[in-house]
T-cell receptor
Framework: EPEVTQTPSHQVTQMGQEVILRCVPISNHLYFYWYRQILGQKVEFLVS????????KSEIFDDQFSVERPDGSNFTLKIRSTKLEDSAMYFC????????????FGEGSRLTVL | SQKIEQNSEALNIQEGKTATLTCNYT??????LQWYRQDPGRGPVFLLL?????KEKRKERLKVTFDTTLKQSLFHITASQPADSATYLC??????????FGGGTRLMVKP
């Protein structure tokens, strides 16, 4: 069964460092997302991406964050200068089209900022 | 402001009973509503989607209802099993392609 894959599964970084989280969405999907979940809290929307551009973003997705689809398969989330409060699980998700609406999530990348 | 509310207290039930979870929302006019399951440390997994013109949807032991007047969805698991223990998330699509999640309700099914 096709799946969304994410790397790394866990990354530890120092405050102020840049981090890139990588995702390979399901191949025929058109819409891509990043969500985050701080430990014990709800799954929060960060950004959606369609047709090679950001379609929506939340207040959390400030200038420190960026997304890119550098080739036909990868979808990346970059955090330029990490803060302690960026520590969370980051989930990539994709879906095929707006009719079905079912989001397929990856297993997440746990980011720990020290 | 827009809110999606799920009972933050864990729901404990006995194996074999029906679990009923509630999702209430305010200031949304969702085209459809979804339910996901999340296990600890894992990504959410899609369970069911119900559209605004549908009152009820079923899939095996799962049933979802959607009342756009009450602004509420109920999620039922019949003949519950310990393997059903997880956190269940309600999610709404508003305009655009953004899916917003509620805080989830943890279900514990005891043998």
């Amino acid at each position: 069964e096709p799946e969304v894959t994410q790397t790394p599964s866990h990354q530890v970084t120092q405050m102020g460092q840049e981090v890139i989280l990588r995702c390979v969405p399901i191949s025929n999907h058109l819409y891509f997302y990043w969500y985050r979940q701080i430990l014990g809290q709800k799954v929060e929307f960060l950004v959606s991406f369609y047709n090679n551009e950001i379609s929506e973003k939340s207040e959390i997705f400030d200038d420190q964050f960026s997304v890119e689809r550098p080739d036909g398969s990868n979808f990346t989330l970059k955090i330029r200068s990490t803060k302690l409060e960026d520590s969370a699980m980051y989930f990539c998700a994709s879906f095929e089209d707006s009719y079905t609406g079912e989001l397929f999530f990856g297993e997440g990348s746990r980011l720990t900022v020290l | 402001s827009q809110k999606i509310e799920q009972n933050s207290e864990a729901l404990n039930i006995q194996e074999g009973k029906t679990a009923t979870l509630t999702c209430n929302y305010t200031n949304y006019s969702p085209a459809y509503l979804q339910w996901y399951r999340q296990d600890p440390g894992r990504g959410p997994v899609f369970l069911l989607l119900i559209r605004e013109n549908e009152k009820e949807k079923r899939k095996e032991r799962l049933k979802v209802t959607f009342d756009t007047t009450l602004k509420q969805s109920l999620f039922h698991i019949t003949a519950s099993q310990p393997a059903d223990s997880a956190t269940y998330l309600c999610a709404l699509h508003n305009a655009g392609n953004m899916l917003t999640f509620g805080g989830g309700t943890r279900l514990m099914v005891k043998p």
